[in-house]
Every structure is written in structure tokens, then in C-alpha cells.
């Protein structure tokens, strides 16, 4: 099986309540509040769909009834249209990859064996199941030959948390349901499986419901989020742009915090806004004639080339000569490169820390694109502003 | 001080009795290891009979040897079983105890990835929850085994049939005290238990290679 032909399956909450059995029943006290209350939302094929809240709100219990390890207490859940209360429970889980903050890896079976469980429980042939462990075991970055036949004793708390990935994806399922996956890891190393997570999803097109309690990990990491609040309550449903730019509640306006704004330049790449054009020049053009077009422009500066047009750094336009022909050496390269993939927020902290107003932005081969202006920047925030995924999150704004 | 010749003149009789007392051990390792898997099993499933189970382990350990031989002798004779039945009971304590410690020491989050990937009871038993619980077992059987083999001289009170070396021990003892006798049933049994001992870590080294993971690591960096 192909790592690439894979299926992603929808998934419906229907009106779904969960009310934990009180420890100690006693006649007429009341029943325990519930951990899920009515919750309806819908998760498209191929995307992932963060569930995010408060400790305690009912993330977990949402998740875990969809692969049957909890019973809801009121209404249903599909998976493609079928629901799970009528599937047989172990047959249903062998066909969602589930992964969990403490992983869980078995202590006793190595690595390899680790990953291939859910294809043993399928009576894989013995050679299939080898052959898929090590093609996850490649595909989450970790050499099978040197990871394949140790124990998960052996393994850092990023190297298990990659293989309880790769373990959930053995049999290719069409869903993943990931409880706070990445919680236990240190920021670096959280930040680099993000990352990983992202990449495997842009080519494996999984429909994963990701739970965290982190709300910079949902803004990340979702197509979608569903902001809850204790008593399993969903608040609000939408990509995280929207989330940001236009909270449905105090709650939800709180809970993404003050710096909402600040969150909302991280879900924009430099690709997504309008650059501005600038003058520039290359080198051993003739000064005289590139003097004259700077200070026909309101910008003072110039932008020194070279011949590939890769830029080298700024003439002010007071400092161009006026006869001869442009050196290398005027120019000072101060502003940071950004490219197109680069978020608005770590263009603006670049911009920030070098002190500039202006970035430059360039393409893969280093040549130049245009540049960026804090300006525009901000522009990019405001409400009605139009660029990328900014665009997507207005809906609704403004009211 | 060592009568060589007696000893001479006993080696089939040492040789005899080593080999009933080995098996003699066996069989009540044996058969009490499997009645303390499934009294295990049961509690390991059903909560609240472990503590029932454990005490009832723990109430036939106290019951003296000697009355029980004389009331199972009316009623199985001068048989094995007879012999066996004490041996077989004092081994339960220590295997239930440690077989369920050994269930219940399996992390929770293993058993939840288990089920969430679609094990059933069954084979989260067999394929995670029995095999976790190896190391545990594994100390129960070692302790059994070497009680059980300091234990088998007691048979030799029900008739001079049993015993195993432990026979040797009472003789040399009603002759008034012959040194080399008691010797020559004490010395084997105390090498049986540190051989039987050492097959146990030998065995379970085998079997829990990744028990050994910290070692490992340790030797590989
Ligand atoms: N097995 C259980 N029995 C009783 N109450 C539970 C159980 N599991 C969770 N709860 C309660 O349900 C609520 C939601 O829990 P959970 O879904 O784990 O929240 P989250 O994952 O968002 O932190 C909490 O108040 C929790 O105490
Ligand atoms: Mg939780």
C-alpha cells in the first residue's frame, strides 16, 4: 500500500452529550453535571480539526467516543455517514489511528513491532507488516535500521512520540484521533513534530481530530477549531483566522487572549500580501541616471543588485552618485530577506529585531520579488483587509 | 567426622532422592502456578474477589503441615497427593500476590493504546498484559521454587516413600544424629535451590530482553 493512497472519512457529531455515572449514586442528589453537552459539529474529509479548551472541558471525552473507548450518553456520531454505536468497537478502532499524550508504546516489543500492531491484529502476511514499519518508521524520520529492533525504553520522549504517529498510520486509516500528542515533549521538539504533522498531512490528507489545550498549538495546527468551554460546551467552529478576527464570545475573546492580533500575522505568509515595488539598480549600472529615478520615487532609498538580480543592500538616495557607474561597496545590507513562505509574524519580529521598517523579499533562486513594509503589514490586519487566509477569517467581522 | 563410606555406599540412594525431590517440587510449582493464574486472572477481571482470593492464599500458608498430612491421609492415603496438596497450597500466596501485582503494574496509557488500536480482552491479555507482567511472575516463581524445595522434607513425615532428600534429613536425625547423612540430604537440596534459582534469571533474561533496556543503554553508550 502506498503511503500516498490513502482515505480520509467525514465526521458528525450529532447533538452528542456525555453525563458521567456519579461515583457514589445517592438518591436525590443531583446528577453530575455533564462532560459533553449537545455538541454538534462536522469535520470535513482530509482536514484537521482542532478541538481546543479550557483542562477539564470535555476534549478528551469528545474524542474518545468517537472510537468507542467512551459511550456517549445522547445522540450520535457518524464516521462517513455510519454510525459508530452500530459498528462492532474493536473492528471500528483497528480502522482510526489513535494516538495519546503518553503514547503508550508496549514496552516489551521493539519498535518495529510497536508499529506494526494494528496490522498484526489485521493478520497482515509477516513480510507486509515488516515492510509497512519500516516505511512509517522512514516516514516519521526515523531510520528503521537503527530504530527498528530497539525498545521504546531506549527512545527519547520525541523518538516515541514519532513512532506512536507512526503506529496509529500502520493500516492507512482514513481517520486519526490525536490526544494532546505532542503535551509531554519540550517546546523545541513540539515545535518541530508540529511541523512534521503538517508536512505528513500535505501529503497524506488524513482527517484528523487533534485535541490540545493550547490554543497557539490550534491556531497552528487546525483547517478547523472548535473552541469549547467546560461542560463540553462548543463556543466556536471555524478556521483560526476567523476564530481570531472575530470571536463569537467574552469567552472565546479571552480564551485566544489579548494578543489575538499578534497570533493572526502567524496564520499570513509573506506570499499572501500585496509587495511593494522598488526602485532599484544593478551593479555597474550608471549612477547618474539611477540617482534621477530615486528621487522620482517618495521612497529615499535605492536597492543595489547584483547581476543575477540578488539584492545586496540600500543606497540612500542622497548617497548615489552622480556620475560613474554603481559599486557594490555603497550599498548597505541591513533589511532582513524574507520569502514567500515566511509567516507575517517572523517577518515582522526580523523586521523588528534589524531595526528596519522594510523587508526584503526574495524567491527560491535569492532573486528579488519586492519588499514589505510594516505598513503593509498592518494593513494585512486590519479587518476588512482582503490578503490570504485573513480574507477567510472576516467573515462575519465587524459586528 | 564425614563417613566417606556410607556416602560410597549411597550414591543411587542420593541420586534417587535428588531426583524425587526435584520432582516432587515440580509438581507442586507447577500445578500451583496454573491454579494461581487462573485465581489471578479472575481477580485481575474482577476487582472486588482479589481481596477474598488473597486471603484465603494467605489462610491456608498458616495451616500447619503436619495436621494436614494427617487429615488428607484418611482421605488420599499415603499418596503424592497427599504430599503434594500442602506443598501446592503454600506456593498459592506467593504466585496470586505477585501475578496480580504484576497485572496491575501494567501503565495505564499501554492498556488505553491497546484498546484504542483494537485489541480485544483477549488479546490485550495474552499479547500485552501477561507478557508485562513477566518480570513479576518470573521473582513469584523463583521465591515458590526455592520454598518449595526447602518445603518437600516435610513429606518425608508422611512416609519414608517421600521426602525426597529431605529423607536423609529425618533418618540421620532419628539415628540420633548422623552428620553425614544429614549432610548428604541438606547439601543437594540447598545446590537444587540455587540451580533452580539460576535457571529462573537464566530463563527470564531470555525472555524479557527488554527488561534489560537500561543495561543495554548503558553498554551502548
Ligand atoms: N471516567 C470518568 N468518570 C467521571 N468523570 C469523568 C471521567 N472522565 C472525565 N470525567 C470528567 O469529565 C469532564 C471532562 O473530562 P475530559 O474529557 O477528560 O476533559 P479534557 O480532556 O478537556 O481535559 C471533567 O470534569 C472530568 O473530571
Ligand atoms: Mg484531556
Redesign the interface.
Known sequence: MGVGASRAAVVEYQHVSKRYAAARPQRGSPAAPGAVNDLSLTVPAGKICVLVGPSGCGKTTSLKMV?R?IEPTGGRILVDGVDVAGRD??????EIG?V?Q????????TIGANVA??PR?LRWPAARQRERAEELLALVGLEPAIYRDR????LSGGERQRVGVA?ALAADPPLM?MDEPFGAVDPIVRERLQNELLRLQAELAKTILFVTHDIDEAIKMGDLVAVMQAGGRLEQFGPPAQILAAPASAFVAEFVGADRGLKRLSLSRVGDVALQPVVTARVGDPAGEARARTFADPFPYLLLLDAADRPIGWISQRHVPASGVLEASLATPMSPLLDRRTTLKDALSMMLDADVQTGIVIDRTGRLRGVLSVEAIAAALRPDADPGAIAAGTAGAGG | MIDWGWLAGHVDAIAYRTGQHLYLAAIAVGVGFAISLVLALVAARRRVLYPPISALAGILYTIPSLALFAALISITGFSVVTAEVPLVMYTLVILVRNIVAGLDGVPAEVLEAADGMGHTRRQRLWRVELPLAVPLIVAGLRLATVSTIGLVTITGTISDAFGGLGYFILDGYHRGGFPTEMYAGALPSILLALGADFLFVRAQRRITPWAQTRALEATAS
Not at chain 1, 525498545?151 to 531506549?154: D, G, T, V
Open positions: 472510537n473507548l468497537a474493536t473492528e471500528l478502532r483497528r489513535y495519546i503518553q503514547v503508550g508504546l508496549f514496552p516489551h516489543q500492531v494494528v491484529l525498545y521504546p525504553a531506549q503506529r484521533l
